[in-house]
């Protein structure tokens, strides 16, 4: 028998309140989406933990950026402490370190923003999730070039917006008008999360243009590729509608151009909005678009086929899965060029680890 010194037993006490009062730490964003969609806000909150509880597994950077973060206020009179959400953009010098949230009071805010790559760690944050403020723009392609007709382009990382409403309010592609495509938001920079933000435009209205982003309880409209690039997203409890009215639809465009490019878009616990039977899920913009829907519903507004080519080639070499997914508009039978996922297949594409979650995904800011 080992007899336990006074002094060690008190050494052993100390131990066990130290272990018990450290910060759990549970980012294991390899944890997969349940099936249950009731559990999806449990799921998310028990591996995106506050800061505090998982500096560790942060990236360093944001860490840092997030330790004392600066507040502008902004109201749509320009009353605010700047004009316009450009003037204060211009006050975050480039190669900026520490947050900076445009804390945006409701009301319709007419102005095209650009936020260049040098200004990270920029957070839009509407103050009331019922009465969002509005960011809206007229911006056409024929005048900017589809990319840069952005109503918000964001090339810097770090990014994320809260409560806000972004249009393109120019008017709805006829087929007639050359270049009136019109895109909402472009984000092309990397590790950028966006919560109750509603994206509203007609043809490409979200350019998810490079780097990996998340969308959760978002709501997306549009009529044809009105999500498009080589981003690498999860959109999560997210509505996407199909505005009715033209002869085609098409949801989602991705840009892979190989199996070598680590991009693709992976729609969760999602619902497919509209009628009509004429919305394809997606195409293949270029030759090796990944795409994924898994537990989303769809209505009827999905074409029977699913999935369009833009070159008969690309049968091979593209990547459309479906898994789990219900409603009118999920039924197989008719479908063309996807692939049906098992477990093992969709495994990759229903866990925060896509995007590699754990390193920089915070839960949405509160002010």
């Known amino acids: 028998m080992v007899r336990k010194t006074v002094s060690s037993i008190a050494l052993e006490a100390v131990l066990v309140s130290i272990i018990l009062c450290m910060p759990i730490v549970f980012s294991d964003d390899t944890v ?15 591996i995106v933990r506050p800061l505090t509880a998982r500096k560790a597994t942060l990236d360093p950077a944001l860490v840092t950026a997030e330790s004392k973060p600066k507040v502008i206020k902004l109201k749509s009179d320009g009353s605010g402490d700047f004009k316009t959400i450009n003037d204060a953009i211009k006050t975050i010098p480039d190669g900026n370190t520490k947050r900076v949230i445009l804390s945006l009071a409701p009301g319709n805010y007419r102005e095209k923003v650009k936020i260049g790559m040098y200004k990270p760690f920029i957070t839009f944050y509407g103050e009331d999730p019922n009465n969002m403020p509005v960011l809206v723009f007229g911006g056409t392609a024929k005048k900017y070039n589809t990319v840069e007709s952005a109503t918000l382009i964001v090339e810097s990382d770090y990014f994320n917006a809260v409560n806000l409403k972004i249009v393109n309010s120019a008017p709805r592609p006829d087929g007639k008008r050359k270049g009136a495509q019109a895109a909402a938001l ?53 509505e996407v509608h199909v505005i009715p009215g033209d ?16 991009t693709g878009y992976s729609i969760l616990h999602s619902k497919i909005t509209g009628s009509g039977g004429l919305a394809y899920l997606g195409r293949s913009w270029k030759s090796a678009a990944k795409v994924v829907f898994a537990y989303t519903e769809m209505s009827d507004v999905v074409n029977p086929e699913g999935w369009s080519l833009m070159q008969p080639g690309h049968k091979k070499t593209v990547f459309f899965g479906e ?28 866990s925060l680890a896509f995007i590699e ?11």
């Open 186 to 238: 472009r984000i092309g920079g990397d590790k950028s999360s966006f919560y109750n933000v509603k994206l509203y435009g007609y043809q490409d209205t979200l350019c998810d243009d490079r780097g990996k982003h998340l969308f959760k309880d978002c709501y997306i409209e549009g009529t044809f590729d009105f999500i498009f690039g080589s981003g690498k997203s999860i959109y999560l409890n997210t």
């Open 247 to 262: 002869r085609v639809a098409t949801i989602a465009a991705q840009a892979r151009v190989s199996d070598s490019e680590d």
């Open 357 to 367: 979650g754990s390193k920089w995904i915070l839960p949405p800011t509160k002010i």
């Open 32 to 46: 997969p989406i349940p099936a249950d969609s009731a559990k999806i806000n449990s799921w998310f909150d028990g």
């Open 323 to 350: 898994y789990n997914n219900k409603g009118p508009g999920a039924n197989m039978d008719k479908r063309k060029y996807n692939k049906k996922l098992t477990d093992a297949d969709a495994k990759p594409f229903i």
